[in-house]
């Protein structure tokens, strides 16, 4: 068996919102072999930045675009196709855009993989250790309190028992921050879990005062308070804080999550499988356990990473809370003929080949604005 095709397709809707969602656009990555194979990504980043990296000609020995790394090969050497990419884009990659371009790829190889023995990804990975996980709504802030407040109790009305609320308008006041809280806890009530994102706002010592304020209100914890390159900040602030720290959204697979996990940074590790991959993304959970640390998902996209990151999650022991993000797009809602999403508080697991999710291609060729390599 051998890849004949990498092929990507860049969705975007009709009108894009001014807001902090990745609901509104993403780039897909099918790879499609001889025997008729063929195997679904996704990549969390810009879509068409990700597929430049893909559809990139060769330059030279360490800077060639990954399509070209891969028609030809066999598809089932995950890993070696993973090393194959880092080494051969070391010149323009290593970290950031280029990794999260090889995690769509990758999440298409084990998808592939996965099909080809007729068994679910997490399988092959090691072997789930988990049915089903509590999951919490993923939302964004509202305007002001009582819109959050609003939002919360439309969700744990819907059967969540955890909603997380982040963004803006987070960071305008601490007037404002504290009104934002404040309405999120009576709209979730007091036997909810409440999360707090405050998406990179403050700084060190703000932030510890923010923590201590959101105490007041339970918070389970607070989540991406500082710029996601202050790592001393993030260790500071984590031996202070009186509610956990979490973070790791930003970070793109295992030698970027590297300095977070050694300098024990967070309490909370937050893995994106569209940023990472499988072959990193296992990794860099074993490690995170290693360090005491606790492992969640980040997944704020379509149905494709939202199996992912169930695939990968469930593989933990310690596992104990799914993020599943509530945006109202068809992205996230109808880009899969399988619906992905909580009932009664809790995600399912899927235990068809590969992902498990196929793909609506109505819904492709609607929202599709441009498309290589097929």
């Known amino acids: 068996m051998k890849i004949t095709q990498v092929i990507c397709q860049v969705l975007r809707l009709e009108t894009v919102e001014a807001k902090t969602s990745g609901t509104q656009d993403t780039l897909i990555v099918r790879i499609r072999t001889d025997n008729g194979l063929e195997g679904i990504g996704e990549v969390d980043s810009s879509p068409e930045v990700a597929k ?59 998808d592939l993989k996965g099909k080809h023995f007729g068994v679910p990804a997490h399988q092959l990975l090691g072997g789930k250790q988990h049915d089903k996980i509590k999951a919490y709504a993923s939302i964004l802030f509202g305007r002001d309190g009582a819109e959050t407040k609003d939002i919360g109790q439309r969700w744990t009305d819907y059967g969540y028992q955890a909603v997380k609320f982040g963004w803006e308008p987070m960071g305008e006041s601490e007037a404002l921050d504290l009104e934002l809280v404040r309405g999120a806890r009576e709209g979730v009530g007091d036997a909810a879990d409440l999360l707090i994102d405050a998406g990179c706002v403050y700084d060190a010592r703000t932030a510890l005062r923010r923590a201590h304020s959101y105490s007041d209100y339970g918070i389970g914890w607070l989540e991406e308070p500082l710029s996601q390159d202050d790592i ?14 979490a973070g790791g959204e930003g970070e793109c697979g295992r030698a970027s ?57 469930c593989l933990f022991k310690g596992a104990f809370l799914f993020e599943d993000s509530v945006e ?46 097929a």
């Open 52 to 110: 430049a990296v893909i559809d990139a000609p060769f330059s030279h020995n360490i800077a060639c675009g990954l399509r070209q790394l891969l028609v030809g090969e066999n598809p089932l050497d995950t890993r070696r196709l993973w090393q194959k990419m880092y080494r051969l884009t070391m010149y323009y990659g290593r970290r950031a855009v280029v990794i999260t371009a090889m995690a769509g790829i990758d999440l298409a190889l084990w």
């Open 232 to 245: 001393d900040g993030y260790v500071w602030l984590r031996d202070r804080s009186p509610v956990p720290i």
């Open 328 to 373: 109202d797009s068809v992205l996230r809602h109808e880009l899969t003929h399988e619906k992905m999403g909580a009932e009664n508080g809790y995600i399912q697991v899927p235990d068809t080949p590969g992902l498990g999710v196929t793909l609506n291609e109505d819904v492709v060729k609607e929202l599709l604005v441009e498309e290589s390599g």
């Open 257 to 313: 999550f590297k300095p977070w996990i050694d300098r024990r940074a967070l309490d909370i590790y937050q893995i994106d499988l569209a940023r990472c991959g499988f072959t990193d993304g296992v990794y860099i959970g074993e490690r995170v356990e290693e360090c005491g640390g606790q492992l969640v998902n980040h997944c704020y996209k379509t149905p494709i990473s939202v199996a992912a990151c169930l695939h990968w999650l």
